[in-house]
């Protein structure tokens, strides 16, 4: 079988929850491998979790309204390349309205 | 419920509606901007390339706006609204020079405004704005504007309806995104720059937010649509996976002269275009790659191969040192070099010219409400040219609809805003939530791109038109009282958000359909593959979309022509 992605994410819904969490999800590999974390986004939205929130709007890495931090580094989602072993967060620094979306 | 009053609601935060509000406010008015996006990172001119076209004839002293004016009639093919192209390619002289005061960087030489001449000019017109993607100095000299003003904005707004009052525009209904808060905006005027619909088909280049909203909410409150049936394509994007849809493969393809394969190896485009070649207009090119891909001879992402490989390695080289295009270095991180692989590319929708009828004031046909921008229609005709008319089109018809919708709001008195439209619409958007289980928005979106891609897009026919209607018809009965929005959260609901959209794209399919198997010939964008000859005589005409109590009527309409006509053997 060929490898799984484990991607962790941060949740947090300012109108329910006290303080985040995270939850972890298992990616088949052709669900994340060779394509971006922005895929691997909506692959968890339409599959596993229609409740996860992030901003996707150009897909072609211009108008930035996707950053995210991935693994520590900010990078936009529809620009990163996906990884076997992910930890998404929000952009840092930012008040977080809803799991990856901040006000900018 | 959140109540709020402004003299003019403006529709759509970029482009067109940037340019809309900072007018009405220098006219006086008090404004307020919605946006279902963040502003400066939603809708499609943050995306636009690096042109944007005015005759100011410094390149070619020939140029002026009356060349403009013809320019942009014979690419529409007759069908634009003459008088208000007239206005916008004279306002073009004045608005676009403009924005590099607000702060946006030109490409110049020796003081003067370097233009480039495209394929439907008749002179070098197009400006060169700085950068890889113009649309980012828009957005640098809108948002000086936005600051220098102190333009209220709302953010992650999404409006859902207009409110009428004796059939004029009283303002609009929305939602808070943040936190599933209705709002309610009562307005003198409201002017809607929401943009096109490209997200209607399979493949676009557009924002994903791009669904085509405000057409809708213009309909939905009475107002008349227009040119439906004619959407625009470009040729050339990206079908490789990690680079999807990007339109830089575009600019690959017209600095380093690209040649088009299809699977069996043949230049196919010398068969289709036999005095053109490779370097054929947009529309028929973007039309060639798709029927190949029909026959059974695409590539196996359903485009087209663009090969580079007939250029010396050292050419190649040459242009990556002179021109440092990063595009080139991500292909390579990918492992595509093009020295040596060709690039997937193909046609994806682009641009609406269809959208709402507007007159030369960008007043639409219900009073009160205006249009500019991509979710107009009228300058355009059957074609938009090429060239950067897009953003040229946002500053000079948000130049009128701004100032016209402020200076009417001057004369106005308040109309009041109808409780029953306020509930039955708070119940309509509410009712979505309820449904837990069933078809998601998403998979219905999925199955009306297949539609509207395989049967009324570059290609048309009787027969693929009415399967599409039947699917649509089918999509109504059988999935939409269906849709369910699984997560209950009030914020940032996606699910939500995408059933509100997916509401609305199923509107405007089943209108760009009927609207083609309406049109029996063929015309700029338009393609009928059984009728493939323009018909002046029976088509010199646009086709109005119109809600009525019956449901969506068609009608046709003479297009308003001044001083420029088909000749005879047109």
Known sequence: MKDEATVRIFRFDPMVDKQP?????????????GLKVIDVLRYIYQNFDSGLSFRETCCQHICGG???TVNGKPVLACEALSEKEMSIEPFANHQVLKDLIVEF | MKEIETEVLVIGSEGAGAKAS???????????VVTKGLSGRSGSTVMAGGRIQAPLGEADPRDNANIFFEDVIKGGDYLNNQNLVDRMVKL???EVPKLELWGAKFMKKDGKFEQVQHP???????????????????????????RRLNTKILEDLFVTS???????????????????????????NVILATGGSSEIYRKTDASHDATGDGMVLAYNAGADLMDMEFHQFLPFCCYEPLFEMSGLTTRLRYCLHGKLYNRIGEAFMERYLPSYGDWGPRNATSRAIYLEHMYGRGSPRGGAYLSFSHLPENLINDYIEREKPGFIDDLKKAGIEIQRRALECGPAAHYSMGGIRVNEYCATSLPRLYACGEVAAGMDGAE?????????????????????????????????????????????????????????????KNKLKDIMWNYCSLVKDRGGLETALGLIQKIRSEDLPLLCVPSSSKTFNRGWTEALEVVNMIELSEMAIRASLMREESRGAHYRSDFPRRDNPKWLKNIIIKKEEVGMTFSTAAPVLTRLRPLERD
């Not at chain 1, 969490?21 to 491998?33: G, V």
């Not at chain 2, 409110?163 to 943040?178: E, H, K, N, P, W």
């Open chain 2, 384 to 444: 938009r040219i090429d060239g950067g008319t897009a953003l040229t089109w946002c500053l000079t018809m948000g130049y009128i609809a701004g100032k016209e919708a402020a200076k009417m709001a001057k004369e106005l008195d308040w109309l009041s805003i109808d409780n029953k439209q306020v509930s039955e619409e708070e119940r309509r958007v509410s009712s979505l939530l309820e449904r837990r289980e069933g078809i998601k928005a998403f998979e219905i």
């Open chain 2, 162 to 188: 207009l409110l009428t009052s004796s059939d004029q525009v009283a303002g609009a209904f929305g939602i808070s995104l943040r936190d599933g808060q209705f709002v309610v905006v009562k307005a003198k």
């Open chain 1, 21 to 33: 969490r995270y939850e972890t999800y298992r990616i088949a590999h052709e669900a994340w491998y």
């Open chain 1, 66 to 68: 996707c950053i995210i």
């Open chain 2, 92 to 94: 073009a002289v004045t």
């Open chain 2, 22 to 32: 900072i007018e009405a406010q220098e006219e006086g008015a008090e404004v307020l």
């Open chain 2, 120 to 146: 439907d000019s008749s002179y070098p017109r197009s400006l060169r704005l700085a950068g890889v993607h113009g649309g980012l100095q828009y957005r640098v000299a809108m948002n000086a504007q936005y």
